[in-house]
């Protein structure tokens, strides 16, 4: 089993807007159109048996609204993540709703959504997520299509391990796209999963490699960032870094089968 812990999709109505410009704003081509559609297409030519998407919300009153698309959208191919913007003032609500919805995780991008990822004041919302059981996945590190400063770098993420021990915590990008020095400072080794998108091919065999073996083969997790990265030659890059074969089942699906239970 291949399991994609790290996709994007939009409404068939949004997506035709905010792929161009999020491809703009970037600098990056996207590979799909953002649509469900398009990405079970991907899917299937890339051998990948599930994506999990991972939804923001850039806005407190887009929370509730990206939450129920989400959950619609689930299948036995599709997880769903949510997303709570950290300014949303029914959060406790939306958790309960989330939790009863039958939705594993949520993912915070502190860029997009202008905070600090060790701001105390969002502490409450993580200890409640826990007391439910989710995963948290925090986009970590540079987002390329924003300016500095950035809101989630390794060594604030740390503080965020050191509060809340024995948490289910991803870092996107390998622990944190750009600050990859950083993350074997204070992250290689930790009680924390990371994910492999966007990161691959900036890394490099040798590095990412080592970041692998230093941290755990067991807490890393496929990701291909889709649509701005392409699944089939994110897998082809996996499979080519020089890892054993049951490092790379375990990378491609076996983690994520076991931290999703599935």
Known sequence: MIIDVHTHCFPDELAPRAIPLLAQKAGIPAYTDGTIKALKKSMRDSGVDI???QPVATKPSQTATINRWAAGVQDQNIITF?????????WQEEIKWLASA???????HPDYQDYYVDD??????????????????FHAGIDVGLPD???CPP??????????PGACIIAAHM?????????????????????TSYSITDLGPEAIKRIIRGHG??????????????????????????????????????????LLRL
């Open 217 to 258: 083969v067991q807490k890393i997790l496929f990701g291909s960032d889709s649509p701005w990265g392409h699944q089939k030659s994110e897998i082809s890059l996996i499979k080519s870094i020089g890892l054993k074969k049951t490092e790379i089942a375990m990378i491609l699906g076996d983690n994520a089968k076991r």
């Open 120 to 137: 105390p004041g969002v502490f409450p919302i993580y200890e409640e997520l826990f007391k439910q059981g989710m995963i948290v996945l």
């Open 102 to 108: 039958g939705i594993k995780g949520v993912k915070f």
């Open 149 to 151: 400063p950035c809101h």
């Open 82 to 90: 949510g997303t709570i913007h950290p300014d949303y003032p029914n």
């Open 175 to 195: 622990g944190g796209y750009d600050y990859w020095d950083e993350v074997e400072e204070y992250l290689l080794g930790r009680d924390i999963y990371f994910d």
């Open 51 to 53: 994506s999990v998407l």
């Open 155 to 164: 060594s604030r993420l740390k503080k965020v391990l050191d509060a809340f």
